[in-house]
T-cell receptor
Framework: QKEVEQDPGPLSVPEGAIVSLNCTYS??????FMWYRQYSRKGPELLMY????GNKEDGRFTAQVDKSSKYISLFIRDSQPSDSATYLC?????????????FGTGTSLTVIP | DAGVIQSPRHEVTEMGQEVTLRCKPI?????LFWYRQTMMRGLELLIY????????DSGMPEDRFSAKMPNASFSTLKIQPSEPRDSAVYFC???????????FGSGTRLTVV
């Protein structure tokens, strides 16, 4: 079983829709959770990060962590064509140890104007 | 801040040739990571360094791959001899231990024919 599982999609939605992207994981030691956005032919860029369980909101984006279910989500409200990208989740037990993050394989999202 | 700088952006080489990929991390970052990304397998960690010292190279596919970090501002990933199955996008990323998340470079798209 992989450490992190993520549905690769592709996901296609009309502009203005609410998008839900999800990852599940197996390691209960993970405490820091991140979402990266990767545009075509670019490197991933950090979008949001959260610690432990709960929600974090940043503009149209909301990251949600449910540690009891080992499940994290990224919600995008009022989706825009510029949100079209691949979204990768990543997680780690303690980033201060310098150990690696574990990445999902990414979900490809297309927002249709 | 110029970000993580990778070179070359694209590399096309013949099977059996040596390939060297280069990375300049962000100044002050003391962790450096080499990833390989393919459609089938997503992001795979090849090796990472803390303070120029290799910490975990268990992701390096085989002895044909080697990585060095001679100083805090430069790292190389070498493939010798290259094979068609090495074709992928190779990303370098850096981070500071006290911060969350990586900063990725733009990647090197390697094609071995």
């Amino acid at each position: 079983q992989k450490e992190v599982e993520q549905d690769p999609g592709p996901l296609s939605v009309p502009e203005g829709a609410i998008v839900s992207l999800n990852c599940t994981y197996s390691n209960s030691a993970f405490q820091y959770f991140m979402w990266y956005r990767q545009y075509s032919r670019k490197g991933p860029e950090l979008l949001m990060y959260t610690y432990s369980s709960g929600n974090k909101e940043d503009g149209r984006f909301t990251a949600q962590v449910d540690k009891s279910s080992k499940y994290i989500s990224l919600f995008i409200r009022d989706s825009q064509p510029s949100d079209s990208a691949t979204y990768l989740c990543a997680m780690i037990a303690d980033p201060n140890t310098g150990n690696q993050f574990y990445f999902g394989t990414g979900t490809s999202l297309t927002v249709i104007p | 801040d110029a970000g993580v700088i990778q070179s070359p952006r694209h590399e096309v080489t013949e099977m059996g040739q040596e390939v060297t990929l280069r990375c300049k991390p962000i100044s002050g970052h003391n962790s450096l990571f080499w990833y390989r990304q393919t459609m089938m397998r997503g992001l795979e960690l090849l090796i990472y360094f803390n303070n120029n010292v290799p910490i975990d190279d268990s992701g390096m596919p085989e002895d044909r791959f080697s990585a060095k970090m001679p100083n805090a501002s430069f790292s190389t990933l070498k493939i010798q001899p290259s094979e068609p199955r090495d074709s992928a996008v190779y990303f370098c990323a850096s981070s500071h231990l006290a911060n969350y998340g990586y900063t990725f470079g733009s990647g090197t798209r390697l094609t071995v024919v």
